[in-house]
């Protein structure tokens, strides 16, 4: 939230707000304004803005929000029309789902996300009464796909959201109230972060406010779907402007007041892709048996993976770590191409501690083994990553061992005293012993 300065119509006084830039960059297409270089007076035909009704609307000096100039309206003048209220510029690129329609009111290269956001503010400390503005996303014509409320009441700025929910008709528009009482002394910021998706009750809509989300709710898709008021053109609608409409009860003494709008920003995107595959974690266990094919003994871990919703056929790289809590033990990484054999949804990686399982005959692993590899220290973790043929990276990790890992670790006995000494005593396990006297006494008596 920032602080606005007070304005009083008829004094000019300049003052400047300093804002965050929007970062916008990243996004496929992309409108600011914040109306500096717009002329006082109606905001209609100027940088493709529209206001063709007798509205009471402006660009006006200061008292802006931020810079020296902000837009300015009020409902003094309300209406049941929508083609001549007040609509920003549009997007080069539409938004929408598959099915919108856009009526010639759009166009572009149809992205399936949306935000807007602008800075809003009262003219006034004081309460206005009747005071009432709403804005919405639309293509054009006033088929809003969304909406905010803006009412000024006693304790200050209500901002109510309007979304439909089921598939009656008549639509069942659903209000819900998103800010209370915000400050007349103040500027805040609304935003509306919109995700279309291909089919009916589906669209998500969040809605921020000062930054904060404040609901979560979905479009009026279904009202265009399924009511019978909309039976001439049956399907939901694209974005790319925003309308600031004045209708219902007019309430004359907000004339050359109002609410003032200020740092607008609109953004069309494309949502990114969502790639399938998930890794899932079967078994991690300790083991000790002969491997078929002459690969001889392996003493000590296995873990299996499994891949939902895609195969391990094409996958670029694996890579298996054994942890003992932080500390890395060994890590196998896929040898390729041999790997590649692997095409189904399922493989194990073999770690071993003690045994002597041949690595290079079997050929699928590149094993790396740490100082400590697990002669000692018990294995508690196992994470594998891997990059699937979609290229997406997935990552599980494993700490649910099962079996006795102590059974595999390498038995050291001290064979003369000499072994004992300098902390050699600390690192015997076949027995343990509690210092150095009984390393040595252990290797006289036997
Ligand atoms: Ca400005
Ligand atoms: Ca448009
Ligand atoms: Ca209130
Ligand atoms: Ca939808």
């Given at each position: ?26 996004y496929a297409d ?61 997007l080069a690129n539409e938004a929408g789902e ?10 572009g290269t149809r992205q399936d996300h949306f ?81 279309y ?41 694209t974005t790319d ?26 953004v069309s995107s494309m949502n ?175």
């Amino acid at each position: 939230m920032k602080k606005l300065k007070y304005f009083f119509p008829g004094l000019a006084i300049a003052f400047v707000v300093a804002l965050s830039v929007p970062m916008i960059n990243v996004y496929a297409d992309s409108y600011s304004q914040n109306f500096e270089s717009f002329n006082l007076g109606t905001v209609n035909g100027q940088d493709g803005w529209s206001v063709t009704g007798p509205y009471d609307q402006a660009v006006v000096p200061s008292p802006a929000i931020s810079g020296a100039r902000s837009f300015r309206i009020s409902n003094a003048v309300t209406s049941g029309s929508f083609s001549d209220q007040t609509f920003s510029k549009s997007l080069a690129n539409e938004a929408g789902e598959g099915e919108s329609t856009n009526g010639g009111m759009s166009g572009g290269t149809r992205q399936d996300h949306f935000e807007a956001q602008f800075d809003f503010a009262s003219t006034q400390l004081v309460h206005q009464p009747g005071l009432f503005v709403s804005v919405s996303p639309d293509r054009g014509d006033g088929s809003r796909m969304s909406y905010l409320g803006f009412e000024d009441t006693l304790d200050g700025i209500d901002v109510s959201f309007y979304d439909v929910q089921g598939t009656s008709s008549p639509a069942n528009f659903v209000s819900t109230t998103v800010a209370n009482n915000l400050s007349r002394s103040a500027v805040h910021t609304a935003k509306f972060f919109i995700d279309y998706e291909n089919g009916p009750s589906n669209d998500v809509v969040k809605i921020y406010i000062d930054g904060v989300l404040v609901h979560t709710g979905t479009t009026w898709e279904n009202y265009y779907r399924f009511d019978s008021e909309a039976s001439r053109e049956q399907t939901p609608r694209t974005t790319d402007n925003l309308l600031f409409r004045t209708g219902g009860t007019a309430a004359p003494g907000t004339s050359g007041f109002g609410l003032l709008f200020d740092n607008l920003s609109l953004v069309s995107s494309m949502n990114p892709v969502v790639l399938p595959g998930t890794l899932v974690a079967e078994d991690f266990g300790v083991v000790n048996y002969e491997v078929p094919g002459g690969l001889g003994f392996l003493k000590g871990y296995s873990a299996g993976f499994g891949v939902t919703n895609a195969t391990f056929a094409g996958a670029t790289s694996v890579v298996v770590k054994l942890y003992s809590g932080s500390n890395l033990l060994q890590t196998n990484t896929a040898v390729f191409p041999k790997f590649s054999e692997i095409t189904g949804t399922q493989f194990s990686s073999p770690f071993d501690v003690s045994g002597n399982f041949d690595y290079v005959t079997d050929g699928y692993w590149n094993n790396v083994r740490e100082p400590q590899y697990g002669q000692s220290v018990a294995a508690t973790r196992v994470v594998a990553t891997v990059t699937l043929a979609n290229g997406k990276v997935v990552t599980v990790g494993n700490t649910n061992l099962t079996g006795d890992p102590t059974t595999i670790f390498v038995l050291t006995t001290p064979t003369n005293k000499e072994a004992c000494k300098n902390g050699g005593w600390m690192t015997f396990n076949n027995p343990t012993f509690r210092n150095q006297g009984r390393c040595i006494s252990f290797v006289e008596r036997n």
